[in-house]
């Protein structure tokens, strides 16, 4: 099989593999053997899988569904709507495991996270969510009106395929420098798929729960970057990193489990 073929199956693996992965984090997560150092290799697959194949890239694939952009979407628009609302069920059963270990451009985030433990506006939730639901407003305009791609515009596409002859390169590059000091800022201030799979997340089956051996040692709150490892916190926004659990001096006072 010569280097063409196997780049054009690439995006098929990165489907597949995210597709069998979503299931499997939520059984590992349950089972407790899931950690967060355990998730890491997950990020760099995620993370190479972006440069690599350009998928799994859901937030884009979404973007050109509003843009109703039919020269890339072509035939494979069933594939994407039907990849995009696998995610979705799935985070209605167990969070956002997409957004977790799956999405590349997450996982870019989550790995430049650990160099600088993004702390800047950990408890802006509200703020955080205020913004992203304007930016939803204005892609979902820009699109639908104008079919205008804003992700598009902002280098998503540019960054993945390492085109550094587009200013959009630079621009998408530097939202990603960006979280070293602030956790995630593209999937909490403008990513739409995530205010998707963030509506799911809230109804979520499985999420991070405490359990009565809690000693409210507000270990797990002070750790988690987004202000969601509160006591009844929706978790609309966990990005299932894992941080909380990690934290948590008790042995079975936080589990991912059933509500
Ligand atoms: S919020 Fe968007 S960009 Fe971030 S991980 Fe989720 S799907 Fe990917
Ligand atoms: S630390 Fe926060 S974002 Fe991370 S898994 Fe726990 S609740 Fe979710």
């Known amino acids: ?22 299931p499997t984090l939520v059984l590992l997560w349950r089972s407790g053997r899931m950690m967060r150092r355990r998730g890491l290799p997950l990020l760099v697959v995620a993370a190479l899988l972006g440069f690599v194949a350009f998928a799994p890239m859901a937030p884009y694939q979404l973007q050109l569904v509003i843009a109703g952009d039919n020269t890339i979407l072509g035939d494979l628009l069933p594939v994407i709507l039907g ?22 451009i997450g996982a870019v985030q989550e790995i430049l996270s650990l160099a600088g433990h993004a702390r800047v506006g950990r408890t802006r939730k509200t703020e955080t969510m205020a913004v992203r639901f304007a930016v939803l407003a204005v892609i979902l305009i820009a699109g639908v009106v104008f079919s205008v791609n ?14 550094v002859a587009s200013v959009s390169f630079f621009v998408f590059a530097a939202l990603m420098l960006l979280a070293v000091a602030v956790y995630r800022p593209f999937c909490r201030l403008i990513c739409p798929y995530g205010v998707v799979l963030a509506l799911a997340a809230a109804k979520a089956q499985y999420r991070f729960r405490r359990t009565d051996l ?5 270990k797990c709150e002070r750790a988690c970057p987004v202000d969601e490892a509160k006591e009844g916190d929706l978790k609309a926004e966990c990005y299932m990193c894992g941080r909380c659990a990690e934290v948590c001096p008790v042995d079975g006072a936080l589990r991912y489990s059933r509500r």
């Open 214 to 218: 809690c000693i409210a040692c507000g």
């Open 150 to 163: 804003v992700l598009g515009l902002l280098g998503l596409q540019d960054f993945f395929l390492l085109n």
């Open 1 to 22: 099989m010569d280097l063409t073929a196997i780049l054009s199956i690439l995006p098929i693996f990165g489907f597949v593999y995210a597709l069998l992965l979503a």
């Open 83 to 104: 990849g995009l609302s696998v995610f979705f069920v799935a985070a209605l059963a167990g969070g956002r495991t997409f957004c977790g270990h799956l999405c590349p």
